[in-house]
């Protein structure tokens, strides 16, 4: 099981990024996937969830209306659009999943069975 995050960076505050996570080693047809971000000095928190099913939960309340969650099952690819960015955004962002086909919100030092390495957002004038 392998998750891939790219498409961080330092953006200006109001600008907007595209993360993109790459997954191999088990299907989006059966499995959840969590974004996750973690700014220094905090503890992880899930962002969104986009279930196997295309259900989609936005854990905050300060990405709604501002954060896309969305896949592509045949590229195995999911995704994050992140518009109106703050520099409360600012943190690495992981994808992670149980290996389940439904959301589950974990925080608070409770990690998902599988996470990538993360990529870095700035937002920041």
């Known amino acids: 099981v392998q998750l891939v995050e790219s498409g961080g960076g330092l953006v200006q505050p109001g600008g907007s990024l595209r993360l993109s996570c790459v997954v191999s080693g088990f299907t989006l047809d059966y499995n959840a996937v969590v974004w996750v971000r973690q700014a220094p000095g905090k503890e992880r928190e899930a962002v969104s969830c986009?279930?196997?099913?295309?259900?989609?939960?936005y854990y905050l309340e300060s990405v709604k209306g501002r954060f896309t969650t969305s896949r592509d099952k045949a590229a195995n690819m999911v995704y994050l659009q992140m518009n109106s960015l703050k520099p409360e955004d600012s943190a690495v962002y992981y994808c992670?999943?149980?290996?389940?086909?439904?959301?589950?919100?974990?925080?608070?030092?409770?990690?998902?069975?599988?996470r990538g390495q993360g990529t870095q957002v700035t937002v920041s004038s």
């Open positions: 986009i279930s196997n099913t295309d259900h989609i939960i």
């Open positions: 992670a999943t149980d290996l389940v086909f439904y959301c589950i919100e974990r925080g608070h030092g409770n990690d998902y069975a599988y």
